[in-house]
């Protein structure tokens, strides 16, 4: 009776577990081939000033399209190279890919006018003794402000290797770098990393944002709470996942600094990003023609 257990136990859950371990090692060994074979890009999703409605910066997105699996979502494959190592790698690359942009953006538009690009960042570079380091030369390699770019690193990502993470941080924000905290209010310990951390940005979760225009839940004050609290301590919130008009105005009213969301752009190549600064780039052209 019990082999007979096993066996149909056996039978039910093999198949499923099978093809999900099966995909797990496929993917694994296929990621490490992906930066060679130029299977990445990066999308930029806009972000807009919610009082004068322009856009303001725009945060980076890693896509990698498999060959014969298509495009699989970050959520997928980020916990992978975070667990094999190679995020450092892909990290790196997403950083420089970003760094050119920038570079690109600096030449072409006048002093002050391009946009910011956030990258986001894992546990794994934040942890790391030479992440600082990396930051720096990647500045140094680079004619672009500083303050136009951004990292945003999650809870998880600054709860072990704390004095590494401090020291990267702050020397971080002393190049100038804006530290943006993601997925706020998801985690353990938002508030004490706001103590211990120089942020300069809190990205309320989506989570929190769905639920924000029913008349009784407790969404609503606890993004009001939120908001009124990061403006006390002199941070900055932008909402993320903004799906609808409602929550769209909802946010505009309460003071919430930016927004983010499908309701205002998915995320989009970098041609169709530029086509939103291109007035300035065109002018620019011009002048340099001139
Ligand atoms: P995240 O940093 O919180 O990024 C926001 C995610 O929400 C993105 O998903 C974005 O496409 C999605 N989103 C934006 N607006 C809406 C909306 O209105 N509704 C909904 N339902 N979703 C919205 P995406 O691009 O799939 O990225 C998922 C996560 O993967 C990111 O979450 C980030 O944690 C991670 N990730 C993406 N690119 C990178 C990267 O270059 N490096 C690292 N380390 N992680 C990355
Ligand atoms: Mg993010
Ligand atoms: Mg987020
Ligand atoms: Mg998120």
Not at 138 to 149: E, G, K, Q, T, V
Request: aromatic residues 8%.
């Amino acid at each position: 009776y019990h082999a007979k257990q096993t066996r149909e136990r056996v039978a039910i859950f093999q198949p499923a577990m099978l093809a999900k371990v099966q995909q797990r090692f496929i993917l694994e060994q296929d990621l490490k081939k992906g930066l060679e074979h130029h299977q990445f890009h990066l999308v930029y999703q806009p972000i807009f000033d919610s009082h004068s409605e322009q856009l303001s910066h725009a945060e980076a997105l890693l896509r990698w399209e498999h060959p014969t699996l298509g495009t699989i979502s970050p959520a997928e494959f980020i916990p992978i190279a975070e667990e094999t190592g190679y995020i450092n790698e892909l990290g790196q690359w997403v950083l420089e890919q970003v760094a050119e942009v920038l570079e690109n953006w600096h030449l072409r538009l006048s002093p002050g006018q391009s946009p910011s690009i956030t990258v986001n960042v894992s546990a794994k570079q934040c942890q790391s003794p030479t992440f600082a380091d990396d930051i720096a030369a990647l500045i140094a390699a680079h004619r672009f402000d500083p303050h136009c770019l951004g990292l945003e690193m999650t809870e998880t990502a600054l709860l072990e290797h704390s004095d590494n993470v401090q020291r990267n941080l702050k020397r971080i924000h002393a190049l100038g770098i804006s530290l943006y905290l993601d997925d706020f209010g998801t985690g353990y310990s938002s508030l004490s990393l706001l103590r211990q951390y120089p942020f300069n940005v809190i990205k309320m979760d989506r989570s929190f944002i769905i639920g924000i225009d029913q008349p009784h839940g407790k969404a609503a004050p606890l993004c009001r709470g939120m908001i009124a609290m990061a403006h006390a301590v002199g941070l900055t919130v932008v909402a993320e996942g903004v799906e609808t008009k409602q929550q769209l105005c909802w946010l505009r009213e309460h003071q919430c600094d930016y927004l983010q969301g499908y309701v205002l752009s998915r995320p989009i190549e970098r041609q169709a990003i530029e086509t939103w600064i291109s007035p300035n780039l065109n002018s620019c052209i011009r002048l340099v023609r001139n």
